[in-house]
């Protein structure tokens, strides 16, 4: 079992930033994929942005390529993203996310662990 706990979310005008944190327990964080997805409100969860077990590589959605920074801490048990240049469009509740690989965790289906989501509104 791996416990996920998002922080880091609130309101904030449109051009701002927000780091959003996630703080991991239980199995081997080290061995899984971390990254971050977000649902609007009457939307479908969306894949938003993924680092690999050792951090060295990161993938994002195009809708936040340029703009958010996804980050890990293997010895701290916590992965991050940074969010810049912030749209109303980028509201959401966002969750972190583990699975066992990078092609899983794109699915939203074979994510196999979820945090509770911490919410981000961006007013224009």
């Known amino acids: 079992q791996v416990q996920l706990v998002e922080s880091g979310g609130g309101p904030v005008q449109a051009g701002g930033s927000l780091r959003l944190s996630c703080a991991a327990s239980?199995?081997?964080?080290?061995?899984?994929?971390m990254g971050w997805y977000r649902q609007a409100p009457g939307k479908e969860r969306e894949y938003v942005a993924a680092?690999?077990?050792?951090?060295?590589?990161?993938y994002y959605a195009d809708p936040v390529k340029g703009r958010f920074t996804a980050s890990r801490d293997n010895s701290k048990n916590t992965a991050s993203l940074q969010m810049n240049s912030l749209k109303p469009e980028d509201t959401a509740v966002y969750y972190c996310?583990?699975?066992?690989?990078?092609?899983?965790?794109?699915?939203?289906?074979?994510?196999?662990?979820w945090g509770q989501g911490t919410q981000v509104a961006v007013s224009a």
């Open positions: 996310a583990a699975a066992p690989s990078l092609a899983q965790f794109t699915i939203t289906s074979e994510v196999e662990y």
């Open positions: 239980g199995r081997a964080f080290s061995s899984y994929v």
């Open positions: 680092v690999t077990r050792s951090g060295s590589h990161t």
